[in-house]
Every structure is written in C-alpha cells, then in structure tokens.
C-alpha cells in the first residue's frame, strides 16, 4: 500500500480556514486519495475523496497537486466540532476496499 | 437509513477467554470490514466479508474469525484473548466491494482484556 505523511498536529483558531496538508510522493495513477476524520470516542468518518481534480463537498475541498504527489484538505471555517484526527488515505481504484490508516494530524480548534 | 450498529459498546474479558463482536451495516450495504484501534494509533484492518465470503486479510493470526450473514451483518470472534487485544474493534460497511465508495463506521467496541 502506498504511504502518505502528515504532520502529527495542527491548530486553528476557530471560525478560520485550516489547510491539512498529506504527502504521498509514491502514488500510483490509479490511487485515489482519500479523508477520513475521527472525533473523540466515535468511529472515523468519511469526509473526501478524490482521483486528479480539486474536489468540493458541503464538509470541505481537496485541492490536490498537479503531479499528485501532495494533497491538501480545507475546512474552510473551523467549528470546535472539527477538532479530531484527519487521516489522509491512498486508495487504489480497484480493490478490496480496504483502508491503510496512518497515525494521522490531531487538530485542535482554539475558541 | 440507519447506520453502523455494534454491539456491545463495552467489554471486559480475562486472558485466555474467547469473545464475539457484532456489527449491523448500513442498509444497502453488502460489504463489512473489522478493524483494530490501539490506543494512539490509527484503525488496523483485520479482515473484509462481501456477500458472506471473506475477501481480504490483514496481518492477525487465525484466532482472528469473522462471519457475515445473509442480511450482511457480521461478528468478529477472537479466541485465546491476549493483554494485547485490548483495543478498540470498529466494523465498517460499504456499499460494493470493487467500487470506489466511501466507508460507514460504527462507533466501536472497546474490549478490555485484563
């Protein structure tokens, strides 16, 4: 499985943008990356998802490089119940679905 | 639409006992996958079932079983419990195995193994 690199932890202020950034230089063409959250004492959460293009949804945007080799989640305006772990997730196009999880970024919004 | 069930939300067993984990997925979905929270790290998978077949394995031994039933829920058993087991099990539903689509999780079950 292809790995990708975030940083261990954020923090924003709330009602700030917050730009999650994820490195997955040994992407393959057919891996689509993927964004899962975690809040505190629930099961992670699909957020995003994505192949090439920039993609929006009513939870956030991914903006992702053109070489593909980075990606970038924005949650355009922090609530304190955006405070979780965001995992940044490769995911071939075919397959069995199943998810590699990281150690992930802990955000933490500052009211 | 009722989401990821599982049952119970808390567990205490001894070393050396067997457990059985449920899980109901999502209505519609026809794919469940178990996977291993240790404290501090991310989710690890332990297996996948599509329509009642296992189809996919990660790296746990063989007391690790699981089942899938016609209505597609699913148990996970572990048998010989281990301190190490100690975790939390999250089960995952989606709607087809080959598909690209977003995974549903349940809200876990934390076993404790003392």
């Known amino acids: 499985d292809a790995k990708t690199t975030q940083p261990n932890s954020m923090e924003s202020n709330e009602e700030e943008p917050v730009h999650l950034p994820c490195n997955h230089s040994t992407i393959s063409g057919t891996d689509y990356i993927h964004w899962y959250r975690q809040l505190p004492s629930q099961g992670p959460e699909y957020v995003i998802h994505?192949?090439?293009s920039n993609v929006n949804n009513r939870m956030a945007s991914l903006a992702i490089a053109e070489d593909r080799k980075s990606s970038t989640l924005i949650l355009h305006r922090a609530t304190l119940r955006d405070a979780a772990v965001y995992y940044c997730?490769?995911?071939?196009?075919?397959?069995?679905?199943?998810?590699?999880f990281g150690t992930g970024t802990r955000l933490t919004i500052i009211p | 639409e009722t989401g990821v069930t599982q049952s119970p939300t808390h567990l205490i067993k001894t070393r050396g006992q067997q457990v059985t984990l449920r899980c109901s997925s999502q209505s519609g979905h026809n794919t469940v996958s178990w996977y291993q929270q240790a404290l501090g790290q991310g989710p690890q998978f332990i297996f996948q079932?599509?329509?009642?077949?296992?189809?996919g394995r990660g790296n746990f031994p063989p007391r690790f079983s699981g089942l899938q039933f016609p209505n597609y829920s699913s148990e996970l058993n572990v048998n010989a419990l281990e301190l190490d087991d100690s975790a939390l099990y999250l089960c995952?539903?989606?709607?087809?195995?080959?598909?690209?689509?977003?995974?549903?999780f349940g809200q876990g079950t934390r076993l404790t193994v003392v």
């Open positions: 997730i490769l995911r071939a196009l075919f397959g069995n679905e199943k998810l590699t």
């Open positions: 079932y599509y329509r009642e077949e296992e189809n």
């Open positions: 995952a539903s989606s709607r087809d195995v080959v598909l690209n689509t977003e995974a549903f």
């Open positions: 994505g192949l090439t």
